[in-house]
């Protein structure tokens, strides 16, 4: 008795703080992931999904991690992925490769700095990317990260219309592309949340996402 009272007390103990990540072969699973940021708006969102259970994956701009070093720290304590972004947003393909490396390594020391965490993944601004940018980032360590859906909420501006992309865009095994840095997107979030759960979503980082088998560096992945 006293071994089972032990053992429930132990269970319950480890069970408050950890969430099983869930096993997306055997259940529906979708990525939100967020660019751009940290940005005023990205304590909002990380209050949403911590309601909500849910997580995300953030790919942080070097020079906006810089400016809120808190704001990339919070991602990470609260469980969240994060990513790679560039140092200042750029077109890789239209740059030397000395440049790439560079806005690459100062955002890996960057988001290191303010984490603890050096990124495995990066997302190319704009989507712009080559074979080269791919060689590039694997000298990096960084597997490249795109998306199967993308909301294009900093332009649309509009939290109805980003909600019905969200939900037109969302799939099994999807990965979604939307901003922090847009207020509509932080504030429509709740509901988005609650309607993909409804339909029986587990919303997962993208290495959850890819089962353990990677993010591997110098791979490109959706
Ligand atoms: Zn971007």
């Given at each position: 008795m006293v071994i089972h009272a032990l053992l429930a007390a132990s269970l319950a103990f480890t069970s408050l703080p950890a969430q099983t990540a869930a096993d997306c072969s055997r259940v529906k699973c979708l990525a939100l992931t967020f660019d751009?940021?940290?940005?005023?708006?990205t304590p909002a969102l990380l209050k949403t999904f911590q309601k909500a259970g849910a997580k995300a994956t953030f790919f942080l701009v070097g020079k906006r991690v810089e400016e809120r070093p808190g704001g990339a720290r919070q991602i990470v304590k609260r469980g969240h992925a994060i990513g790679n972004h560039t140092y200042s947003h750029a077109s890789l393909p239209s740059h030397l490769d000395d440049e790439i490396l560079e806005e690459l390594k100062v955002t890996q020391e960057a988001i290191e700095q303010a984490t603890g965490v050096r990124p495995t993944m990066f997302r190319p601004p704009y989507g712009h990317t080559d074979e080269r940018v791919l060689g590039l980032a694997d000298e990096v360590g960084l597997a490249e990260i795109l998306w199967t859906?993308?909301?294009l909420d900093w332009q649309l501006r509009d939290a109805k219309k980003i909600k019905a992309a969200v939900l037109k865009l969302a799939k099994r095994d999807g990965v979604i592309l939307m901003h922090d840095v847009v207020p509509q997107t932080v504030k429509v979030m709740p509901a988005i949340l609650k309607e993909l759960k409804k339909q029986g979503?587990?919303?997962?980082?993208v290495p959850t996402l890819l089962r353990g088998k990677g993010?591997?560096?110098?791979v490109s992945y959706f």
């Open positions: 751009d940021g940290p940005g005023a708006h859906g993308t909301t979503y587990h919303l997962v980082t993010p591997v560096a110098g």
